[in-house]
């Protein structure tokens, strides 16, 4: 983007928000039907976007491009054990085909729910494309999630079918996804359907009836399939994310309004070229997979690398090594895969030409300034801006964000609203935070297209969790921020009870609940403390039922509480620190005192009176006083 044009969308989305978005709609999206009303706020917060236009997502990341680019790559993947496939737009587009037509055969309809719980394959993507083609609802289940999870979200979103694969390549191992979904599908009465993409080639068992391989579902199978057509607010997605109380809730994107804003990201913030090499190295599990993996980058005819694995197999270098052998030019990470990387010294990113890299990104938490230093230095070779993105699975796509090469950097500052975002920082009464560097409030002051458009199955939920705060005048993000005196946003974390441990999404109450679930577990409150390499850590306090072990059986007990809730939820859930106590400390109306547990997690004396406490002298055996 040039100064001079990103000056003019700024000043026509502060003159004329509703004209300035529709006209950027009726740029970027190929229309069915075109829209004639921008934005419905009749039913808010509940808002509608181009609400009586009519498109179809995978013509607008596929068919568009067959005139111009049917034979540029689309999808460079490489698997963990080294096997490379390159499908170009006119193969993608047939693989796509060919699927939607395999779910149409099986009964799967417009508005129907899918669920893909597979490995990070083309065949994910292919399997997102094609709901889009024919108008069903996907929702991506992470792989790294356990069957107790995946069974959750396959009963709230009502699922019909399920997409897995035998199994996926993982850290030198393999991980049967095939197995998780066969311990669980009996408990889940809607789904009939279960594709069965052959990747790892282990053994598994077959279910006669329900199960089907996807090759033979796609084999004499039509590659043509005509696209349906849908309305702007058609769902597009469901995303099941973590939140502050309960269990993960449904996310609900729509499909034009989102497809918008992931385009437009994808240029203003990427500055996406024709023969630039995109990387995203996040799985499509997370919404920055749905967003900059499955179709960001396809709707703008971009040619992206796609990677099964683990980022140290064979060695810590593979990301580097990708990078040289696909000439890799975008490349976009989170700040814990660079800390982890870095762990591993310059050696291995020295030993590769990254040459052609010329923009490097981050997502998914604040960046600390060491990691900063390395991805800038290092793997940019002081040469690459880093965009640090500031966004959510219910905003979409990047809200806060750099313009590479107009908007000056400040490391670990997302710095500037995009164009037609109208973000601010608050206070407790909603008031904007006018005093450079105090923190307030995340909030966003006007709907904006990509956002979610409720919680599947809980209006209710989706208006208090995000607009009852400020009576419903502003989306409430869930994030801390402060602005500096020229106006840059640094963001300071969650105020609310949401982890982000290596980038991923994990809610306290979560945790609780698998904990206290367990047979000998009558109480736990779980906190997150600062990691150098995770960034949060999760610490969980602990109340036996019994008397607090020691000794061998304490270790007994962290080891088996920690398979526990890595079985409940995923090893990616799985506490760093089990502490024991008698009791948790609580004031007198008996609520939890989450910040004192939060100091106590950190190693930090607490100094504040806590005689007001139920039960004062806990705190004495949480810090470790007390032999444990
Ligand atoms: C995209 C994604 C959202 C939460 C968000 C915030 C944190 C994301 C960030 C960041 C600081 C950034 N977050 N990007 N914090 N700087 N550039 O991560 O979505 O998984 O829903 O998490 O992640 O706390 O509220 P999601």
């Known amino acids: ?53 009519v498109l ?19 999808i460079v993947f490489e ?66 999630f356990s069957g107790e999870s995946l069974k959750g979200r396959i009963i709230d979103a009502g699922a019909t ?78 995303l099941y994310t973590s939140g502050s109380t309960g269990r993960p809730k449904g996310i609900q994107h729509a499909s034009a309004g989102y497809l918008l804003g992931t385009i437009l990201t994808m240029r203003w913030v990427f500055d996406i070229r024709e023969d630039d090499v995109f990387w995203c190295t996040a799985d499509v599990g997370w919404v920055t997979g749905h967003s900059y993996v499955a179709y960001g980058p396809l709707a703008c005819g971009a040619t992206m690398v796609m990677y099964e694995g683990a980022p140290t197999i064979p060695d810590p270098g593979r990301f580097w090594d990708l990078c040289e052998r696909h000439r890799v030019s975008v490349f976009y990470t989170a700040p ?38 390395w991805y800038y230095q290092v793997i940019g070779q002081g040469r690459c801006p880093i965009v640090d993105t500031w966004w959510q699975t219910e905003t979409g796509v990047h809200m806060i964000a750099p313009i590479p090469g107009i908007v000056a950097l400040k490391p670990g500052s997302c710095t500037r609203p995009l164009p037609g975002i109208v973000a601010d920082v608050v206070d407790a009464e909603g008031t904007p935070v ?40 502003y989306y409430v993000s869930g994030d801390g921020a402060r602005r500096d005196a020229d106006g840059y946003f640094w963001v300071m974390g969650r105020v609310d009870d949401v982890l982000k441990v290596s980038g991923h999404r994990l809610g306290t109450m979560e945790i609780e609940s698998v904990l206290v679930a367990h047979p000998l577990i009558a109480e736990a409150a779980v906190v997150g403390r600062p990691d150098e390499l995770t ?35 995923g090893p990616i859930a799985k506490p760093a620190d089990i502490r024991f106590a008698d009791n948790l400390p609580k004031t007198r109306s008996g609520k939890i005192m989450r910040r004192l547990l939060r100091a106590v997690a950190r190693g930090e004396t607490v100094d504040e009176d806590v005689s007001t406490l139920e039960n004062p002298d806990i705190l004495r055996q949480l810090q470790g006083h007390d032999p444990q």
């Open 535 to 569: 960034g949060e850590a999760i610490c969980a306090f602990v109340v036996p039922r019994g008397p607090r072990p020691s000794g061998d059986e304490r270790a007994a007990l962290i080891a088996e509480l920690r398979a526990w809730v890595g079985e409940k939820i």
């Open 434 to 473: 006018t005093a450079p560097d105090e923190g307030g409030f995340l909030v966003i002051k006007r709907p904006w297209p990509s956002m979610l458009r409720t919680i599947w199955g809980d209006p209710e939920r989706y208006r208090e969790t995000y607009w009852e705060r400020f009576q419903n005048r």
């Open 79 to 144: 698997g963990e054990p080294g096997d490379v496939r390159v499908l170009t737009y006119r193969e993608l587009l047939a693989e796509v085909g060919r699927f939607a037509n395999a779910l149409r055969a099986q009964g799967i309809n417009t508005g129907d729910r899918v669920v893909i719980y597979m490995p990070m394959v083309p065949e994910a993507v292919i399997a997102m494309q094609a709901c889009a083609r024919i108008g069903a609802i996907h929702s991506v289940v992470f792989g790294g």
């Open 56 to 74: 179809n997502v995978s013509v607008n990341c596929l068919d568009r491009h067959i005139a111009q680019r049917a034979d540029k790559p689309a």
């Open 336 to 373: 814990t895969a660079i800390r982890a990387l870095k762990k591993h010294g310059d050696d291995y990113p020295r030993g590769h030409d990254l040459s052609r890299l010329r923009l490097l990104g981050s997502v998914g938490e604040p960046i600390n300034p060491e990691a900063w230093m």
């Open 1 to 53: 983007m040039t100064e001079e044009l990103y000056r003019r969308l700024l000043a026509e989305a502060e003159s004329d928000y509703e004209g300035f978005w529709a006209r950027r709609a009726r740029e970027e999206i190929d229309w069915i039907k075109p829209f004639t009303r921008t934005l419905d706020e009749s039913n808010a917060p509940h808002y509608r976007w181009f609400d009586d236009g």
């Open 161 to 238: 079918a399920v997409v897995t694969a035998d199994g996926g390549h993982r850290g030198g191992r393999i991980i049967g996804l095939k197995a998780i979904c066969d311990q669980v599908l009996d408990e889940c009465p809607t789904v009939r359907t279960l594709f069965v993409l052959k990747r790892a080639g282990n053994a598994i068992a077959w279910r006669p009836g329900r199960d089907i391989w996807w090759h033979e579902a796609v084999a004499d199978v039509s590659a043509d399939c005509a696209p349906v057509a849908v309305g702007s607010e058609h769902p597009l997605y469901l």
